[in-house]
């Protein structure tokens, strides 16, 4: 019996010294270590203490001790097997993150993440950066928004580090060479990329398939029919990826993994480096007659059910006017297959009679937003030319227009007194052309969820 008592003494104070050297190490580490560490109360000692209550006088220390790390400044020493290793350092963080609002996040690259040589732009960035550190930078971008916040249905616009984006940002953005715009809780729904006819083939994976049926679904009239995916196929994609322009027409060029991807995060280091190699190569490629490389506007990926697509493609919109300048330098073959799919688009990108109203907000409130407008739209003629517009279909209570981050284009929100009214325009807007627009986006304003003063809320369109 004395023997036992002994050996139980013995134990517990073999376990209280350990408890004490547990103690000093959490602290000393809590100094050394950076307020974003793990809080050290997570670690051993807890479990420790814990344990000394209950399994100390059972005789539970030999069970516990050989997996017992005890960290000391940057050391973690486990006592059950007598040796020592170094901590694993954990990547510092190449970019900083700013939460908007609920729906949206700012994600800029913090001064890790680039040089005086790379703070001209996006392209300069990327250009100026080796493949290490552009893989780096996008691993915890995609981390951050897919694992940490958990969020897997989002609109993703790369963005000039213009006076419109440091207006809503505020200081944080000074220096940035761009800034990364995260739209990632809309509350409309959207079908995603699937279920669709467009969408039972792969213009990427199968660049001889028909555009028409590629986009639309259909067989195109003619000489429509005779276009194929490749016949889009610009210069300037790195190896392993496609590039192209846009197969409705629109100011933008579109580059792909040439492999079927659907995320960012499904990219290999090779395709990631190669996929943003190649938005500064399209735009290098696509040269204005003057000389200078076409301008980028905004790049946009989207995720999950806010694609229309189902191979991962980033959008490179770039201003109408540089467009059809970069556009008269191309063949004449390229020339004839853009004409042709503007036409197919014009055509098939109409929406069938009724739809507008079997659309419309249980609300009864006739808000729509009219999205493509020419970034001058806001100045004189053309901004006389929406109003009569609007005006032709009813009275329009209120009109305002305001810049689209993420598009070179401006919003316009109409809000008619009359939902039928509205219904009405919105069809007769919808891909119809203003000014120097190409044709115009028109929807209605979403989400239309009424407030207290029975107004109509507003959400951004994303591109």
């Not at 552009?134 to 981390?143: A, P, R, Y």
């Not at 419109?164 to 000074?174: D, M, Q, T």
Request: charged share 20%; with cysteine.
């Amino acid at each position: 019996m004395v023997h036992v008592s002994r050996a139980i003494g013995e134990r517990a104070r073999v376990a209280s010294l350990l408890l004490v050297i547990v103690t000093i190490g959490a602290a000393e580490a809590s100094r050394l270590q950076p307020s974003s560490s793990p809080s050290p109360s997570t670690w051993p000692s807890l479990r420790l203490s814990r344990w000394l209550s209950s399994s100390t006088l059972r005789g539970g220390a030999q069970a516990f001790l050989p997996c017992l790390p005890i960290p000391i400044d940057g050391l973690s020493l486990n006592l059950g097997r007598h040796h020592s290793f170094a901590q694993e350092p954990r990547a510092a963080s190449l970019h900083d993150s700013i939460e908007l609002s609920e729906s949206r996040l700012a994600i800029l690259p913090n001064p890790r993440a680039y040089s005086v040589k790379t703070a001209g732009g996006f392209c300069e960035w990327v250009e100026g950066s080796d493949g290490e550190r552009i893989c780096q930078f996008w691993d915890g971008v995609v981390k951050e928004i897919e694992e940490d916040m958990g969020i897997r249905d989002y609109h993703l616009a790369i963005l000039p580090n213009s006076e419109a984006v440091r207006k809503e940002l505020g200081k944080p953005a000074e220096g940035a060479p761009f800034v990364i715009m995260v739209t990632h809780s809309l509350r409309s729904k959207r079908p995603g990329p699937y279920g669709g006819p467009a969408q039972r083939v792969c213009m990427t994976c199968d660049p001889s398939v028909e555009v028409s049926r590629g986009v639309w679904g259909c067989k195109g009239q003619g000489e429509e029919g005779g276009v194929l995916a490749s016949d889009l196929h610009v210069g300037g994609g790195a190896p392993g990826v496609v590039a192209s322009f846009d197969a409705k027409g629109r100011d933008m060029f579109v580059v792909c993994p040439s492999r079927h991807r659907e995320r960012l995060g499904q990219l290999s280091p090779a395709e990631t480096e190669g996929l943003w190699r190649s938005v500064a190569g399209v735009l290098r490629e696509q040269r204005m007659p003057g000389g200078e490389t076409l301008g980028m506007e905004s790049v946009v990926v989207n995720h999950g059910s806010l694609r229309t697509v189902a191979h991962l493609h980033a959008k490179i919109w770039v201003t109408p006017q540089a467009f059809d300048k970069a556009r008269s330098l191309w063949t004449p073959k390229a020339q004839r297959a853009f004409a042709l799919i503007d036409s197919m688009a014009g055509r098939l990108g109409k929406r069938p009679q009724g739809w507008a109203q079997a659309h419309a907000p249980s609300c009864g409130h006739g808000a729509l937003v009219v999205d493509r407008l020419p970034p001058q739209a806001e100045q004189g003629e053309l901004f006389e030319q929406l109003l009569v517009r609007c005006h032709d279909f009813g009275h329009v209570a209120k009109l305002s227009l305001r810049p689209k981050l993420g598009s070179p284009h401006m919003v316009a929100v109409v809000e008619y007194e009359d939902q039928k009214a509205a219904s009405h325009a919105l069809e007769s807007f919808h891909m119809s052309p203003l000014g120097a627009s190409r044709r115009l986006r028109c929807v209605w304003a979403e989400p239309c969820e009424c407030d207290e003063d029975g107004e109509c809320g507003e959400e951004s369109l994303v591109g």
